[in-house]
């Protein structure tokens, strides 16, 4: 499956964005999927995740109550709101799927990555 994120930008501590994930292929509906971002100089770590049918949702400590992953498998999209950005938010976010009935969190664990789009959050 091939994997293309759209709305990252430069905002303003405080600021929303909302990132969007469009799969190619017919398994979206049966993937699990994921957003995970990368900082300059840091490894690259795990933001959010939903199960197939949007039943299971995951997040990282540090974003929750301020990012919601949602998903519309008629459109084949998987979406990240981000609310009340902060400056260390800033990071290249990549969305990532995987075939399965479940709930996925482990990088190692997904199989298809997007290309990545810029996050920038100045103070």
């Known amino acids: 499956v091939q994997l293309v994120e759209s709305g990252g930008g430069s905002v303003q501590a405080g600021g929303s964005l909302r990132l969007s994930c469009v799969a190619s292929?017919?398994?979206?509906?049966?993937?699990?999927m994921g957003w995970f971002r990368q900082a300059p100089g840091k490894e690259r770590e795990f933001v959010a995740a939903i199960s197939w049918n949007g039943g299971s949702t995951s997040y990282e400590d540090s974003v929750k109550g301020r990012f919601t992953i949602s998903r519309d498998n008629a459109k084949n999209t998987v979406y990240l709101q981000m609310n009340n950005l902060k400056p260390e938010d800033t990071a290249v976010y990549y969305c990532a799927a995987r075939r399965t009935f479940g709930i996925l969190t482990n990088q190692a664990d997904f199989a298809s990555w997007g290309q990545g789009t810029q996050v920038t959050v100045s103070s």
């Open positions: 292929g017919r398994t979206f509906s049966s993937s699990a």
